[in-house]
């Protein structure tokens, strides 16, 4: 067994971990939903190094790379702020939701 794909992304999951991190200081979160976003973050990452959850790696790991996207959606309409933070909290816990009943699934059909 070569040991250079689990290496290869441990060291690539914690670069990307620590700059979300160093990211996530300027951004204008509260302490608690900082903690809450970065927390789910690292276990997703630990999740994939470790080859858990293969099945919803698009879930996990992809989906966030829509949030700036629905962001930058969200910021052309005429919402006001508490309201497009709200629909993105709502998308995340679809995500999560659907990401959960897709691990379900694979585990139960192993």
Known sequence: MSWRK??????SFGL???????LSAYLPLSGRR????LG??????CAEVA????????????GVLVLPALAWLLSR????ETRR??????????AVYGASVAAA???SLV
Request: aromatic share 14%; hydrophobic share 60%.
């Open 40 to 45: 789910i973050f690292a276990v997703d990452c």
């Open 77 to 80: 309409t005429g919402w006001d």
């Open 51 to 62: 080859g858990f959850l293969k099945p919803v790696h698009a879930l996990g790991l992809h």
């Open 105 to 107: 699934a694979a585990y």
């Open 6 to 11: 689990p290496i290869t992304f441990g060291l």
């Open 34 to 37: 900082r903690g809450w976003l």
């Open 16 to 22: 990307t971990l620590l700059t979300v991190v160093w």
């Open 85 to 94: 933070t709200r629909t993105v909290a709502v998308a995340v816990a679809v």
